[in-house]
């Protein structure tokens, strides 16, 4: 019996199954390292949502500034009040705010600290005359 052509077959396929292994091996190879890039990711971004939990804390919350409108005049206006000693008119407030005394500029800030009024931030004193609520 000629053993060689069996002992050929054999060894076929022992090549085929060792280029299989070190292709996998390869692939593993790969494979951990992505894991190691994703593991790492993972740890940065629990790291960030850690710090931005910690200085969202220390923001103020709606509670703090209640139903402030969003729009850019109105912190400004409340930062105008909270350098006053007194009593406000829009027109001091316009003045304050470096916008022309024009009707039109000082009835719209009229209007907006009506509207502070009414959020409850804003009491109105006098006809005309704002100051910050206590």
């Keep these: 019996m000629n053993i060689r052509p069996l002992l050929d077959a054999l060894g076929i396929q022992e090549d085929a199954a060792q280029a299989m292994a070190d292709e996998l091996r390869t692939?593993?190879?790969?494979?951990?390292?992505?894991?190691?890039?994703?593991?790492?990711?993972?740890?940065?971004?629990?790291?960030?949502?850690?710090?931005?939990?910690?200085?969202?804390?220390?923001?103020?919350?709606?509670?703090?500034?209640?139903g402030l409108p969003e729009h850019p005049a109105y912190p400004r206006i409340l930062a105008v009040f909270n350098e006053a000693t007194g009593?406000?008119?829009?027109?001091d407030v316009?003045?304050?705010?470096?916008?022309?005394?024009?009707?039109?500029?000082?009835?719209?800030?009229?209007?907006?600290?009506?509207r502070l009024v009414t959020l409850g931030i804003l009491t109105e004193v006098d006809t005309g005359s704002f100051t910050r609520k206590q």
Excluded: F
């Excluded at 304050?96 to 600290?113: Q, S, V």
């Design 27 to 66: 692939q593993i190879g790969e494979l951990q390292a992505r894991l190691r890039e994703a593991e790492t990711h993972l740890e940065q971004l629990a790291i960030t949502r850690k710090t931005v939990t910690a200085l969202a804390d220390r923001l103020p919350t709606q509670a703090d500034s209640p």
């Design 87 to 91: 009593p406000l008119r829009a027109r």
């Design 94 to 114: 316009c003045q304050a705010l470096d916008h022309e005394l024009l009707p039109k500029n000082i009835e719209g800030t009229r209007a907006k600290l009506k």
